[in-house]
């Protein structure tokens, strides 16, 4: 996610770049590899006041999480465990993921990180990052020069 | 392919939720939102399968299990994390339902499924019925 065009400025330098990127990509024999999805799945929503950060972390207590906040950066990790006194030839499927995690984000923007909150409700992980004061639209009223 | 083990079948590919189901489904809103597959563990103990789905999102009031003739089904309405009138910025995960099946064969002692759902894990324990549990013949002198 880092590195993610947070503005729909439209950029014809960027197109180009992108295009050539989409070209050399398509002689890269690891291609499908690189797509393999990061877990956890996160989704960012822009509320105004803040941003909505939220994780798709089902099975994972809420103190087994590691969040930590620097500056832009926004990092967790933790592990997920399969359940214990389970033996592996006892598994007839398997789908479910385990194992370490651990993601990096970048935010769009500076946030207040002693606002910082989160919550842990049924396996969707939601850290709530209101803006910082100066990254906040300011309104501006303007003066008639009279 | 269906075939993981002979008590519990899992239905592979697409499936649709059940178009009119009763009660609470109703309520949904009208446009019917997508069903996603959520995945799944079974495992094998001594008196029966535990299989253990992941539904983010899902809460007791919203999940919804049934089974009818030997098909076993979940159905999870989920909410949308964020505020209304949010904006997405990005998104690795869509939010949308859930929904798979299972069939069930007689091997399963239906009167004793139990279910549980923490922190967005659903357990189903499937009991074996008697008949099918390993039994010890006593052989007479």
């Known amino acids: 996610m880092n590195g993610t065009q ?3 400025r439209w950029d014809p330098l960027r197109e180009l770049q992108r295009e050539v990127g989409r070209l050399f990509d398509s002689l890269d024999p690891f291609q499908p590899l690189r797509n393999v999805r ?21 099975g994972v207590a809420a103190e087994e999480v590691e969040l930590t906040i620097t500056g832009e950066t926004l990092t967790m990790r933790g592990e997920r465990k399969r359940p214990e006194g389970v033996k592996d030839d006892s598994y007839r ?9 651990s ?16 919550t842990f409700t049924n396996g969707i992980l939601t850290v709530n990052l209101p803006k910082a004061e100066n990254a906040r639209p300011r309104h501006i009223a303007v003066n008639s020069g009279s | 392919m269906n075939a993981t083990h002979p008590s ?23 446009e019917l939102q997508q069903a ?6 079974i495992h094998e103990g001594p008196d029966g399968l535990t299989l253990e789905a992941d539904l983010p999102g899902a809460t007791e009031a919203n999940l919804f299990i049934q089974l009818e003739d030997n098909v076993l089904s979940l159905h ?4 949308p994390p964020a505020p209304e009138g949010a904006r997405t ?33 659903l357990r189903l324990v499937l009991p074996k019925a008697d008949r099918a549990r390993a039994r010890r013949i006593e052989i007479r002198s």
Not at chain 2, 96 to 116: H, M, Q
């Open chain 1, 6 to 8: 947070w503005q729909g």
């Open chain 1, 38 to 58: 990061q877990y956890p799945p996160v989704n960012v929503y822009d509320a105004g006041e803040g941003y909505i950060l939220s994780a798709q972390l089902p």
């Open chain 2, 36 to 41: 996603f597959t959520p995945p799944i563990d």
């Open chain 2, 89 to 121: 910025l990005h998104e690795e995960y869509h939010v949308g339902d859930y929904y798979r099946s299972f069939i069930l064969s007689d091997e399963v002692d239906r009167e004793r499924i139990t279910a549980e759902l923490r922190n967005g894990v």
């Open chain 1, 103 to 118: 993601r990096t984000i970048t935010l769009p923007d500076r946030v207040d990180s002693t606002q910082v909150s989160a």
């Open chain 2, 76 to 79: 999870a309405r989920i909410e």
């Open chain 2, 8 to 30: 519990i079948r899992v239905t592979v590919g697409h499936q649709p939720p059940p178009a009119a189901a009763p009660g609470a489904f109703a309520e949904a809103s009208p």
């Open chain 1, 93 to 101: 499927r398997q789908e479910r993921p385990v194992g370490r995690w």
